[in-house]
């Protein structure tokens, strides 16, 4: 167990007040005590967004980046520096609207890195309007007449992907969440972790209202079982709270490229020298003096 | 004196096979070899060319007519036949007729290709005839072929050596007559390099310490990841990214982490990358990007050259920020210019943009030597374990602050895109951090500027004219300038390779300025008016996709005597 409060920031917070990010801020604080960890050793990743203000409210390393453009920036990080526990932590707008694209490619790649999705199925930075998440016919400040459009699942397409470690947290229920997030974290590659955090200001429901439909992944499910894991995640009655899927082992990103550079910080590794340089270029090299040689 | 040697087929005949060989084979035999390659957007059919320019000294410059055209099939014969001088030969595939028409001559590749039991060896037949043409002997065409097929197979090159020997027999059969065209002498350095813009972009940047390099395909810049991604040893981690705005956030989260890091891309792919490029400018995180142009707006001509992206580099990007703008002139260059954009980049912790194009991407050139010696990292990251607590963006009389990386020590880094403090958390301090972090950045680019090298001046002394230029055109201008020379006129050129900061210059006073340049707008010439409050008196300008010659430039100076 790690000192508790290692990961302590002393930069003004911005969120609201009692806002359930805080919940994800204090269980990520836990797990990486949990988990032994120095702040120096992880890097957190964001995009934009009040979900993506996280990273400064935690002590570690931070690149707060572009909106949507958080797992790239955070892919690069991790190849660049293998020695470090990446973490992306953006809100449902920027990972699964603004940066879709980029989670399923990660989802091919798997590069080591836990997604931490702060779903509070809106946008509210912008001031309410529907995410990808959206329960559809939920009005809006923006779809006044309510949502026309499906919300995405991100959670099944990740299972579907068979993604190393799929899991769904409550920001409501710290405890639970922090042991997710550990397991999240100490699996090798791709860990996607959408929490469900309510919206004090824009939301259309309470806090409380979620924690009514949430439930335990059922004691005997089995993260390895694919179908059985879509459709937890697909249940429209309850929110199952849990681990998920347990995906195939597979390389992470870059292993073979790591394997050959002894998973050191690519800044490490000496440069090139002219020899070798000169080496790759002899190809390009025409030397006519061996011609004439050759000529009878 | 030079020669014309230009080969025309349809995309997928071998254009490229026999091109590269004939260009190899001459430059072994003593010429030097200027190769240009145009090329539709397609993978078989349609009509290409390489143009290879035989010279006694390196003149890497493109030439578009023929002295002798290759033409792989009946339909590249009618569509290039227009480019061949008036005494030049047109040699085709077909049966050597007992009377040719004037200035034409056929040989059977393809026939005695079947015969070899390989069709495809027609193009290293027709390799074989065109060599023996310039009456070079076997030993220059074989070493090509070993040196293009001897990777493959011993069988494969075995096969080829066999076929560029019979196409040399082939011709020598033909005894093809009226011979009016002469062959310049060989003069070239003993010894020296045939390479592209993208082969030398991308050696440039492993010789720089390159060691992350994300990229979406896109003409003509591929080839740099590829070769990255095809020589493992050169120690540079390339990724194929999905599209290009993540190709620009991998590699500046890769940068962040410490590693020397590039993506390539041309003008539709840069596009994309630019909220990503001031990005790079807020948060100070170097990164390199080559941006290979091509002809816009939209798709455009996606094989052809241009430089109509100019002003969109030097521009792109919302806010106020320094950057590097390089734009080399030839592979030599390039080579060099990767390094310099590497090491400026670290320093300066600004996107450095190295502007290419079609023309330099694809081309051989032959250089005689390359700055492997000389070019040289130059990293300049900050040591970990100063006096606590380290702020990524302290503020200093230059603008740079102490670079760390993610993870480099215990001191904690915090890369912010919202404006931020010195600590690099968010702020909103309009009075006080807000200017202050403005400024800070804004005088990295003044310090950057005192880096920058002043234009290469040719033959200014006296000169009455001065043609201005950019990047690859220095090759047409350089001969246009030496064409005019040799008849008594004044003419000389200034011509930059580092146009943004743009350096300080004196500025020859009493010439007339032309400006030289492959858009249809001047923008060039536009930037200089407006930095230096230059007037120019003319310009040359080429947009139909094709590079600026020797001759266009010529052509463009006579309309305005």
Redesign the interface.
Known sequence: MGEPDLFKSG?EN?WCPGCSNFGILTALQQALGKLGK????V?L?SG?GQAA?L??YL????????HG?AI??????????P??TTIVTSGDGDLYGEGG??L??ALRRNPNLTVVVHNNELYALTKGQASPTTPLGEKTRLQFQGVEIEPLRMLAVAILQDAPFVARGFAGEIPTLSEILVQAIAQPGLSIVEVVQPCLTWGAHPAAWYRERTAPVPANHDPHDREAAIRLANDRERIWIGVLYRGTPRPVF?SR?HD?TGRR?????P??N?A???R??E?????????KE??P | MDLSVVIAGAAGEGVQTVGELFS?AA????YAVFGFQEYESRIRGGRSSFRIRLTSSPLNAPRLDADLLLALNPDAARAYRPLLRPDGLLLTDGEAGATPAPGTASLPFRRTAEALGDRRMANTLAAGSLAALLGM?P??L??AVT?LFGGKSREVEEKNLAAARRGIALFAEARVAGRKWAAPPKE????????TGN?ALA?GA??A?C??M?AYPMSPSTEIITALAR?????V?T?Q???E???I???????????R?MTATSGGGFALMV??LS?AGM?ETPIVIVLAQRPGPATGLPTRTEQGDLLFALHAGHGEFPRLLLAPSDPRDAFEKMVRAFNLADRYQVPAIVLSDQLLADSLFTLSD?P??RA??EPA?ARPGGAPPYQRYRLSPDGVSPRL??????????????EHDEA???TEDLAGMRPRMVEKRLKKGLALRAEIAPPETYQIEGAETILVGWGSTRGAIREAVDRRRTRGERVGALHFTELWPLPDVSLPKGARFVAVEGNATGQFARLLSSEYGLAFSGAVRRYDGLPITAQEIERGLDGRA
């Open positions: 930069v911005q120095r702040p120096h050793e890097c990743v934009i203000k990273p400064h002590a570690a390393n931070v690149f707060n980046g572009l453009r790239p920036a955070a892919t690069g990080i991790s190849v660049a520096n020695t470090l694209n980029h399923l490619h870059a490229y050959r910080p690519l800044a490490e590794l440069p090139l002219p070798e340089i000169a790759r270029l190809p390009f090299r025409v030397k006519r003096t061996d011609v050759e000529k | 190899r430059l072994q035999e003593g002997g030993g220059s074989d070493r040196t070239a350095p003993s010894e020296a390099y045939l390479l082969d050696l492993s010789a310490g060691r992350f994300s020589n493992e040893d050169l120690g981690f990724e990214a999905e599209d705005i993540a190709a956030n991998m590699a500046l989260g890769a940068s962040a982490a410490g590693a890091a909220e990503a990005l948060i390359l492997v010696d040289r990292p990251l990386y993610f993870g480099q020590g215990e001191d904690l880094v915090v890369v912010d895109s919202d690099g958390h968010l």
